[in-house]
């Protein structure tokens, strides 16, 4: 099994992780003309971690998403659920602390993190619903969530091109420097089933999230939606 079909069974998701492990930092970067690096400087800053504060990043991968929070002083915990990513991160990246999980059943306490963040993860996980009330569970009352995903290029003409790219260039590409080209079509069909911003944010919203807004990133090819874990208020 080298790439996972769009009912997102959770063995079949996590297999194919593990196959693209090895590389997947460097495909990333080329398939997003180092777009990426921009977009994680995006999710730094949005979720404003402090020094001292607690944050879970979750679906961390190799942990790439998961290092900004250690720069800017906060104690970071990088949980994924392939056993692939976490190796190749617990190599390259032994100052991050890594713990093996899955989304919809964290091995968190109640209220652990001050920050809860998820950059290309949400659209692989099988239940989103449930992934967004477990990310509420382990957040404090006031703590914030992040979440950084793909999404829907707002310019008509401009999205034309980018569903060109995703569809036929990206797989053909990832030929070249993926060890899973096959994941990445996946990728393109993943991405192109996924919910618009107003629509995550209403997904977001009826998790029980408070304050839910969001920002477009390289004209909404990804968007960053922020909310609040507000568990006093009565809904
Ligand atoms: C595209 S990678 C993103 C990795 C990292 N956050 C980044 O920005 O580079 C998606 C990750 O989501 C993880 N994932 C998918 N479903 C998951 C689940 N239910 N629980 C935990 N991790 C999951 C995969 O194993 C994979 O490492």
Known sequence: MSRASLDKQPRDVAAMFDAVAGRYDLTNDVLSVGQDRRWRRAVCSAVDARPGERVLDLAAGTGTSTEPFLVAG????????SVGMLSVGRRSRPGVRFVAGDAI??????????????????RNVHDVDEALREMLRVTRHGGRLVVCEFSRPTFAPFRTIYVEYLMKALPYVATKVSSSPDSYVYLA???????DQQALATVIRRSGWKGVEYRNLSGGIVALHRATADKLQVT
Request: include cysteine.
């Open 74 to 81: 906060a104690t970071a915990v990088a949980c994924d659920f």
């Open 105 to 122: 059943r964290l091995p968190f306490a109640d209220g652990t993190f001050d920050a809860v963040t998820i950059s290309f993860g949400l």
């Open 189 to 195: 069909e993943s991405i192109q089933a996924w919910p």
